[in-house]
């Protein structure tokens, strides 16, 4: 198998683990806190799937970099610099890493003091909103990367392609910030 088919496969199980890694994480969250309370088994699976997405991400980047270096041996320059496809997907991957960290240095702690505890808008605080935030951020990037991936048939500058990812991020937030006020505010039976 040559070095680009390689570089393929394990950009698409990187990609793979990052979309489904984030769709669980997700519904996880929303779904452990049906009751106001997040058990020590639900932040465990929380705790593990955000290995799954850290995993997609690192073989995101170690692909990625490894197709600008398989141009460039090829030939002689890398022709991904110019493609505003490949850019949009690159800004994006960083704001993956940028929200892990912030999600693993500020949400998981808080999370984990939060075991057993009732959930509630008031006792979330400014925690809501990041939480929130977090969540959105993470879901619409990984998918966000995953479709520039695979539509391939898109030739949209680089501005109008990130200004369609902030718009879908805020939209992304929007309906977080309402999924998660519902939750905390309201028992549900599902």
Excluded: C
């Amino acid at each position: 198998m040559e070095l680009h088919g390689f570089l393929v496969i394990v950009h698409m199980i990187g990609s793979v683990l990052g979309v489904g890694g984030a769709t669980a994480s997700d519904f996880t969250f929303l779904r452990s806190i049906k009751d106001r309370r997040l058990g020590a088994d639900e932040f465990n699976i929380l705790k593990t799937l955000s290995r799954l997405l850290w995993t997609g991400l690192i073989l995101l980047i170690i692909s990625g970099i490894g197709f600008l270096i398989n141009q460039y041996v090829q030939a002689g320059q890398i022709h991904l610099l110019s493609d505003p496809r490949f850019l949009a997907k690159m800004t994006i991957v960083f704001v993956i890493l940028a929200n892990g960290i912030v999600f693993h240095t500020l949400v998981i702690p808080y999370l984990k003091k939060q075991i057993g505890k009732e959930f509630s808008l008031k006792k979330f605080g400014a925690k809501f909103y990041l939480i929130s935030t977090t969540g959105a951020i993470s879901i619409i990037s990984w998918y966000s990367t995953f479709l520039l991936g695979i539509l391939r048939s898109i030739e949209l500058p680089y501005l109008i392609l990130i200004k369609t990812y902030i718009i879908l991020v805020l939209f992304g937030i929007l309906v977080s910030f309402a999924m998660l006020y519902y939750k905390t505010t309201h028992k549900t039976n599902y």
